[in-house]
């Protein structure tokens, strides 16, 4: 979108467009407990419980390993995306892909306090609005 410009998602989630907050770093992003993130290379960290991979970030382009988006791996299968999490330029969670074997099926889109206010059927082509 131009600058100035607003999704129907920014307006129904009221995040913010601009913020004075950097971006999310690789080491801040929540994990579990025992779980731990291993910076890979220049583009990506893994996430891993009991040496097994089961997420990995990916950083923005611009910035110095601020996250972008998280997969996370099935548990069976450490290649296969059950969830991909996406993070605003500020660092804000606004969003998250679910996903089957054969592709993304939903997305979640929500507020700064985290409770989900537009869900979008990828199969379907439904959009759900949550507002309370």
């Known amino acids: 979108l131009p600058k100035g ?8 989630t009221k995040l913010p467009e601009e913020s004075e907050e950097q971006g999310l ?7 579990p407990k025992f779980y731990a993130i291993r910076h890979l290379d220049g583009g990506s960290a893994a996430i ?9 970030i990916h950083y923005r382009k611009e910035g110095y390993r601020l996250v972008q988006t ?10 296969l995306i059950i969830k991909r999490d ?24 929500y507020n700064l306090q985290g409770k989900v ?6 199969v379907h082509r ?4 949550n507002e309370s």
Not at 25 to 31: A, L, M
């Open 70 to 79: 998280v997969d996370w791996f099935s548990k069976s299968n450490s290649k």
């Open 117 to 122: 206010i537009v869900s979008e059927d990828l």
């Open 126 to 129: 439904g959009i759900q609005l």
């Open 5 to 12: 410009g607003m999704s129907p998602y920014s307006f129904f």
């Open 86 to 109: 996406l993070y605003s330029l500020a660092g804000h969670h606004y969003a998250s892909t679910y996903f089957s074997a054969k592709g993304p099926y939903q997305t979640d889109y």
């Open 25 to 31: 770093f690789f080491d801040q992003v929540i994990i």
């Open 48 to 56: 891993e419980y009991l040496q097994e991979r089961v997420g990995l």
